[in-house]
């Protein structure tokens, strides 16, 4: 029951991190559609500006104005929730069949859906839609006519200054709360994740909110190759320089979704590879028969197979690993119920190297534990274990690195083990001798001859095994694979939410394309006047979209990347001891974004080219 209850709380801790992923990018899809709808509604009134000037003129209040643009905006937002929320449901029945159709029970009725969850998201939706126009709603409504009709630019020079400023403060506290999370001690680790949280939020705010300022010289770098494409390269190039504010409103949402993939993407990365290194390095044995990660309780090997195990003409030699679950009490009085890893501390280490902090493992005996350098303990403190049998004071006379995989936190020989004995009767043996706890493990490490046929003899091991159902026999290289196997879920969780975010992003480069075109009917009719191909303009159009996705991915990765290095000295100490920067899917997100530029391009530019030329040059 206890094994069962382990196994459960670590699904449950699992799906824990899983759910902190969806709600980072709820967080993040929020963060998206503020920025979309904002720069929606800033061109749509940019458009409008010599109507709401006219209006101005005649006397129409501001207020009236600011009032006619948010009871616009609480329209959209209520019909686009209603909408979200709708193909939100629909999707999730989608998830729960295909679930079904991979053989995971749940019932027919498995999405619930509360009132309140309804009424929350409704109001968050109306709310986020409110908050996205409020500030194009503001400057309509309380621009000065005149300005509003000759098109001032000193307003927005002001405007641009305003937001390097803020940015300049954004990004300095972000910094600061990064260096602080680097510096804090390793045991508010909890505190350590809030504030780097908060300081990596700030920064990615701050670079969105910058982002105006720095797109200018960014774009005309990157666009140094699209230049060479006359006349489309060199037009879309020109053209997203004089408009850099709508161009940084437009790569906002791939901003922010770039950044969080890649360091998410980097940060698993380097944890892989760090189990992967471990793995390899302290395991000293050849192969290793263990539980499966299906079982939900520990089962031992049974003595027999062992023996038979230990007979194959290619086994060199083994060493048993059984568990004893116990009460301990700690040297501050709090009691814990936590398992002993029993192993046999002659030869334990010739077959896997715990990494020894301090002290000695071969000192294990009937008062002697070692303990795993988690539980805060040092060497020389006294705990007390319990069990069935009686009460031992032990003493801590070593302290080993955590390890993955390894049941319980603490090291015990079978003598101590014995002793107490165990709260289960997976390690309780009518048997005299300690070491007969070790005839019957929980995982057996096997070295095999120099000249042995690894798969030939792992083949036969598995034979032997095939009949208790929960045991396998892996290499180190299968273990490292299996113990990071959650890493690999990560990345799975990492993807799902980039190819949502890349569809959140491709939507608001298409709305920007669209509304963009409307709004530069004329400048186009007059290119198209003066010569300019259906084609050329085209390519004008897709390069611009292009350039705006490449630029958002470029900000975001190197942000992300940047953030993940932090990260991941943080993580130091929890065993993320290799920095792993995946460059090839890292290419392969960059490619993807170029993909989604052409994508986004392939309607507003088809429009385009599909404007009467003498109407588009008398538009105004």
Not at 219 to 238: D, E, F, K, N, S
Not at 501 to 528: C, D, K, P, Q, Y
Not at 585 to 610: D, E, F
Request: with cysteine; charged share 15%.
């Amino acid at each position: 029951e206890q094994a069962a209850d382990e196994q459960n709380t670590a699904r449950d801790t699992f799906l824990g991190y899983i759910q902190a992923f969806i709600l980072v990018f709820v967080i993040l899809a929020m963060c998206m559609g503020a920025f979309i709808i904002m720069n929606t509604f800033a061109m749509n009134v940019r458009q409008r500006q010599n109507e709401f000037a006219l209006l101005r003129a005649i006397g129409v209040a501001p207020s009236s104005i600011l009032g006619v643009i948010l009871a616009q905006a609480a329209v959209i937002g209520l019909i686009g929730s209603i909408l979200g929320i709708s193909l939100g449901m629909l999707l999730a029945n989608g998830i729960v069949v295909l679930l079904r159709h991979e053989g995971l029970a749940l019932s027919a009725d498995a999405v619930i859906v509360p009132v309140t969850a309804l009424l929350v998201s409704l109001c968050i939706g109306v709310a986020l839609t409110f908050a996205g126009a409020l500030l194009p709603a503001r400057r309509a409504a309380f621009t000065a006519p005149v300005e509003a009709m000759r098109d001032s630019s000193g307003a927005r020079e002001g405007s641009s200054r305003a937001y390097g400023y803020a940015s300049i403060v954004l990004i300095v506290l972000g910094t600061a709360a990064v260096v602080a999370a680097r510096l804090m001690g390793n045991e508010d680790l909890g505190d350590r994740a809030t504030v780097f949280g908060a300081g990596a939020g700030a920064i990615v705010l701050g670079l969105v909110v910058a982002s105006p300022v720095i797109a200018r010289p960014v774009m005309t770098l990157l666009g140094l190759p699209l230049r060479l494409i006359r006349p489309g390269g060199y037009l879309a190039v020109r053209s997203l320089n004089a408009f850099s504010r709508r161009t940084s409103a437009t790569a906002a949402a791939l901003v922010i979704g770039m950044a969080l993939v890649s360091a998410g993407t980097t940060v698993a990365y380097s944890m892989h590879e760090s189990i992967h290194e471990s793995v390899h390095e302290s395991m000293y044995a050849d192969l290793v028969v263990r539980q499966t990660d299906t079982s939900n309780e520990l089962h031992p090997l049974p003595a027999d197979m062992v023996r038979q195990i230990s007979d194959l003409e290619d086994v060199e030699s083994t060493t048993a690993v059984s568990a004893s679950l116990n009460t301990l009490t700690e040297p501050d009085g709090s009691q814990i119920t936590e398992y002993l890893a029993v192993v046999d501390p002659k030869h334990y280490l010739e077959f896997y190297d715990p990494g020894i902090v301090d002290g000695s493992v071969e000192s294990l005996d009937a008062s002697h534990v070692a303990a795993f350098a988690s539980t805060g303990l040092k060497v020389g403190d006294r705990v007390e274990i319990s069990g069935p049998s009686r009460s031992v004071n032990a003493t801590v006379s070593a302290l080993v690195e955590d390890n993955a995989g390894i049941t319980g936190k603490f090291l015990a020989s079978p003598e101590l083990a014995k002793a107490v004995g165990s709260w289960t009767s997976a390690s309780t043996r009518s048997s005299a001798d300690p070491n007969a706890l070790l005839t019957e493990p929980l995982a057996l490490f096997i070295t095999t001859r120099p000249d042995a046929d690894a798969e030939h003899l792992q083949s036969q091991i598995e034979q032997i095994i095939a009949p208790t159902y929960t045991f396998t026999v892996v290499d180190p290289h299968e273990l490292s694979e299996i113990v990071g196997q959650r890493t690999n879920d990560m990345l799975t969780v990492l993807y799902v939410l980039l190819a949502l975010s890349i569809v959140i992003a491709v939507l608001g480069v298409l709305n920007t394309l669209v509304l963009s075109v409307a709004e530069r009917t004329r400048e186009i009719g007059l290119m198209r006047a003066v010569g300019l191909g259906r084609a050329q303009l085209v390519g004008q159009v897709i390069c611009e979209s292009i350039l705006t996705a490449v630029y958002g991915a470029v900000l975001g990765g190197a942000t992300g990347i940047a953030l993940a290095v932090v990260l991941r000295s943080i993580l130091t100490d929890q065993g993320v001891t290799m920095l792993v920067i995946p460059w090839g899917r890292l290419l392969y997100i960059l490619l993807a974004a170029c993909a989604m530029g052409i994508v986004a391009a392939l309607w507003p530019a088809l429009r385009a080219t599909r404007l009467p030329v003498l109407e588009a040059v008398a538009a105004e």
